[in-house]
Structures are given as structure tokens and as C-alpha cells.
């Protein structure tokens, strides 16, 4: 067993828990502690080093953010407090806990998780894992590997960032029914699968606990579409896998020795 915390920052709450990240399931109690008004860098910052403490699992810690991560620097923040662009967040919160903490972006983290673990175990080739909430997430993964940060929900459709017309939260705005919204996802869709030929969707995001609802209307010509299997803990799961990934945990030494 390798247990490695992961932290899923999210626009209600803040999750943690331990993961056994070669089986991806969750070892421990999953905790949650409500995103504080705003989500202002030292605000989560106070929250996400409560959780970790609460814990008590030493060794790296997975953190996801909702938006463009790049080397442990937040670089947008579409759904939270402006102050995380262009911060040195990794840096920020390892100091904060006194662990090392890598963040990466939450769409990342939970396409990482349901690529390896949920709907794409055993999928070879290309999968695009995409997020729909308050925005659309995106996580593309070519036989197992992450290309960071694709941020297709900012993809200019229809003069608009594609986010803005087809999310959860635009589905809510508009008062569209499941086959109304359907529609609009479906265009969209239609576009990434002409830009990238994934053999496989995977939707994931709020809406995927509602996949009755959506799958009869969601179909392409070539690529499968399919609801996420992890839903809310794809996210812990992905940011622990990366933490492990960036800083593997410290054997114990039976372990080593056993290995030796
Ligand atoms: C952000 C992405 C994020 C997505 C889902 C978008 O608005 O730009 O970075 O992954 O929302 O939270």
C-alpha cells in the first residue's frame, strides 16, 4: 500500500483523504470543511492546513485548484478570489502545513483518477475527461499520460467561451431541461471530438450523478461518451496520484528492505 493525501478544493467545500494511490480507493475517513466566502489564498490556505493537520499522514500532499497550474504557480482563477493568479501556491501551502504540497488543476487531477481507476480503466489511446459545474474542466490523457492544463472550457464557441453556454451552471441559469442542455453539450462535444478524435468522453462534474437524465441525448459518431464512476472523490483521488507521482512517499524501511 502506498497512502498519499489528497485535498480537493472545490466551490462548496474542501475535501481531503488518505489514498491508497496503486489501487486508487480511499483508505481513511473522506473530511470536508466548507470553502471559506470568497476562497481568498490565505483563507484556503488556514483551511486546507487544518485538514492536513487533522490527518496527521506525513509525506507529500495532492492539492487540486480550479485553474491553470503550472510548476506549483496558479496562474487564473475563472470561479475563485483574482489573488491566486500568479501566486507560488506550492510553495505557499508547503510552508503552510510543513509537508510538501503540489497542486494541479482539479480537472487534471480528476481525469488522472478516472483515466487510471473509474470510467477509462483498460482504455488505451486518447481520453478527454471533461468537468461540468460551475465551468467546464477538461483533463486530456494519451495512454495514461497528462497534457496539463487544456482549460477547454475557455474554447471560444459561438462567440463565448464555451463555459458560459453549455456548463451545469448555464443549465441552471437558463432553465433548460436535461435534452435543451443536452443539445448544447452535444455541439460542443461534437467540436472537441473534430479537434481530437478521443476514443472516449468522460463526463464528469455535479452532472454526473444525473447521468440517466442526460446519456440518451449524448451521443457522437465516433467517440464512446460516458458518465465518471468516482464522482466526488476523482478529484482527492487525482491529487494524491500526483503528489505520489512528484514525491513519491518514503518507503518504510521493512518495505525497502523487502525490495532490496
Ligand atoms: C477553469 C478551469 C477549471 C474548471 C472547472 C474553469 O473555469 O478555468 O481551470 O478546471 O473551471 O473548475
Redesign the pocket.
Known sequence: MSVTLGIDIGGSGIKGAPVDTLTGQLVGERRRIPTPEGAAPADVKAVVAELVRGFGLPGPVGVTF???VQRGRTL?A??VHKDWIGLDADTLLSEAVGQEVHLL???DAAGLAEARFGAGAGQDGTVMVL?F?????SALIHNGVLVPNT?L??LWLRDKHA?TWASDRARERDDLNWKQWSKRACSYLQHLELLFSPELFIIGGGISKKADKWTPHLTLDRSRVVPAQLLNEAGIIGAAMQAALLAPPVQSSRAAAKKA
Not at 459545474?133 to 474542466?137: L, N
Open positions: 480550479p485553474g491553470i487564473s475563472a470561479n488543476n482539479d480537472a468537468t459545474g460551475t465551468g467546464i474542466g482549460e472550457g475557455h463555459e
